[in-house]
C-alpha cells in the first residue's frame, strides 16, 4: 500500500498544469472485466498510455447513488465489493489507491449547486476500482468518487459537471463510469461470451447517442426520455446513463471526440465509451 509519505506531492492544492486533462465516460460492464484480459480491459490500459499521466482521478459510478451529493474524503479508499454470484477471484481483489482529502475539499468548494458531503463511509465500488486497477495498476494515482444525487433530474447532473471543469486544468483525470445502453432485464445470457451481439433496439440507440455527441447536441441526451419506446429499453434506469452525463458537462466546445470499446454484449448491454479532449 502508498504510504503516506510518499503523498507529499499530493497534500497541497493541485496546480493549474500546462494543459487539459482529457475527460473520460467509460462503459465498465460486467464486474469481470476488473480481473479479465480482455478486449475492452485492454483497451482501458491503452488508454491509460494514450493521456497525460493524472494527478488524480475522480470517479462518478453509476454505482453510489446518494440523496444529496458526496465525495470520499478519507486517505486510503476501501475497494468495495457490491456485486453478488462472482467469483471468488474477483472478491479477493484490493485496490489499494490512496484517497486526497485536500482535493475532495477543493473539489467541495468548487460545486455550488449542492453542499458536498465529504464521505468516510464509502470507497470504491465496481465502477471506479474494475476500470481505473487495469489503466493504473501501480495504485499510485489518488482516486477519489463523487456520488450522484438519486433525487435530482439529468440536466442537475449535466450543470454540475460544468462545477468540476477547473479539476480539469490542474492534471485531474475525470471519468464517468456506467454503460449507455444498459437492460440486465433483457440479458441474453446465451451470448454473455460473445461480444458484439447486440439487439436492434441497443443498437440503434447506442447510434443515436454516438451521433449526437459527435454533433455536440447534447439537449436531446439531456432529455432521453423524449426517445421513446427504443430510448426505454436502452435506459431503464438512469444510474448508468447518468455518468455519461458529466462527461459531456465537462466538454468544451473545441474539443475532440472520439470513441473506443464500441461495442454491444448479451444483447441489452453497450460498452461503448468516450473520449473527450
Known amino acids: 500500500m502508498t504510504s503516506l509519505a510518499s503523498l507529499n506531492k499530493f497534500t497541497n492544492d493541485l496546480k493549474e498544469q500546462g494543459s487539459v486533462m482529457p475527460v ?43 440523496r444529496g451529493t458526496a465525495i470520499t474524503a478519507m486517505d486510503f479508499p476501501e475497494t468495495i465489493h457490491d456485486f453478488g454470484g462472482f467469483p471468488q477471484a474477483l472478491f479477493e481483489v484490493q485496490y489499494p489507491a490512496p ?20 464521505s468516510h463511509d464509502w470507497g470504491l465500488d465496481h465502477g471506479a476500482w474494475t476500470v481505473v486497477r487495469h489503466m493504473y495498476p501501480e495504485a499510485n494515482i489518488p ?21 468540476l471543469y477547473a479539476l480539469r486544468k490542474k492534471g485531474v483525470l475525470i471519468i464517468g463510469s456506467g454503460n449507455m445502453v444498459h437492460n440486465l432485464g433483457m440479458v441474453a445470457w446465451d451470448k454473455i461470451n460473445e461480444p458484439g451481439f447486440g439487439y436492434d433496439w441497443a443498437i440503434q440507440m447506442n447510434e443515436t447517442f454516438k451521433k449526437l455527441i459527435l454533433h455536440g447536441d447534447h439537449q436531446p441526451l439531456i432529455h432521453y426520455e423524449k426517445f421513446g419506446a427504443e ?44 473520449k473527450i479532449g
Open 24 to 66: 473520460l465516460f467509460i462503459g465498465h460492464g460486467s464486474p469481470m472485466n476488473g480481473i479479465e484480459d480482455n478486449e475492452f480491459s485492454r483497451n482501458w490500459v491503452k488508454m491509460a498510455k494514450d493521456i497525460p499521466i493524472p494527478t488524480a482521478v475522480l470517479v462518478i459510478s453509476a454505482h453510489w447513488l446518494s
Open 99 to 118: 484517497g486526497n482529502a485536500l482535493l475532495a475539499r477543493e473539489t467541495a468548494t468548487l460545486i455550488h449547486s449542492s453542499a458536498v458531503v465529504l
Open 143 to 163: 482516486v477519489l468518487q463523487l456520488s450522484i444525487d438519486y433525487t435530482k433530474g439529468p440536466q442537475y447532473h449535466y450543470d454540475l459537471a460544468k462545477e
Open 231 to 274: 430510448g426505454r429499453l436502452a435506459i431503464p434506469t438512469p444510474e448508468h446513463y447518468l455518468p455519461l452525463l458529466y462527461a459531456l458537462g465537462l466538454k468544451t466546445d473545441k474539443e475532440e471526440i472520439s470513441f473506443f470499446n464500441d461495442k454491444a454484449v448479451a444483447g441489452s448491454l453497450t460498452m461503448t465509451s468516450v
